[in-house]
């Protein structure tokens, strides 16, 4: 019961009956996993997609030099490895547990199953990778034609957006996790928060950020300011 009242949250079962919900409960494996547990390596089959549960997952891939580069972190509510399992391909970057974390797993089977019986899950499916789609091309922008003050200018007014509005935020994952998502190493996100902080735009306190000038933060992440 727990498993199916948290499915009927999710936006990818949204509109199912209740027999439909029934169904998808029968073929989503629970996993529990230790924090820094792989999921799944860059390569290997795409056998299926996971919804997180509980806790967190980051998808990275590795360069040649041995460099980390986060592409997205998941959390709670969340699906990942969708479009490699709608291929039938590989998986093109690696996942791996940031927190203890439970999983919910799909098989590609089973997903096909489903939407035989039911196509509202693939309009639903449609409706989250599309919304991927737009968060990882804004990424891509903000890597490749913004400077590192910018792209965590807004990243922090994206939190807060998540967070409904508030300025005081929690960072929701480690610092270093924070920088390598962001493109740059974590001595320079630490550099860039404190230059943040003494311009009085923020104000630092370990993991917790109070967004003290959001007018100036804005101005920061659309470039007509700059530390």
């Known amino acids: 019961m727990e498993k199916i009242e948290f499915m009927a949250t999710l936006p990818l079962f949204k509109g199912l ?63 990942f490895a969708e479009v490699p399992v709608f291929e039938g391909g590989r998986f093109p970057a690696s996942a791996e547990t940031t ?36 968060r990882f091309t ?22 807060s957006e998540r967070s409904a509005s508030a300025s005081e935020l929690e960072l929701d994952i480690a610092k270093g996790h924070l920088a390598s998502l962001l493109g740059t190493a974590q001595e320079t996100l630490s550099r860039v928060l404190r230059r943040m902080s003494d311009a009085g735009i923020i104000a630092v306190d370990g993991r917790r950020i109070v967004l003290v000038r959001i007018e100036r933060l804005e101005a920061l992440a659309s470039g007509e300011e700059r530390l």
Do not use: C
């Not at 590609?108 to 019986?117: A, H, K, T, V």
């Not at 804004?138 to 939190?159: F, G, I």
């Open 17 to 79: 009956p209740d027999d439909h919900m029934r169904a998808v409960a029968d073929i989503a494996v629970d996993t529990r996993l230790a924090r820094g547990r792989s999921i799944f390596a860059e390569g290997d089959e795409a056998d299926g997609f996971y919804v997180v549960f509980e806790g967190q997952v980051k998808i990275f891939k590795v360069s040649p030099e041995g460099r980390e580069q986060i592409i997205h972190i998941y959390g709670p509510g969340e699906t």
């Open 99 to 134: 927190a203890a974390s439970r999983l919910l797993y799909f098989s590609r089977e089973g997903l096909l199953r489903l939407i035989e019986r039911d196509a509202g899950v693939a309009l639903n499916m449609l409706a989250i990778m599309a919304a991927k789609l737009r």
């Open 138 to 159: 804004v990424k891509l922008e903000n890597l490749t034609l913004r400077e590192m003050p910018q792209r965590l200018a807004a990243y922090l007014l994206d939190l």
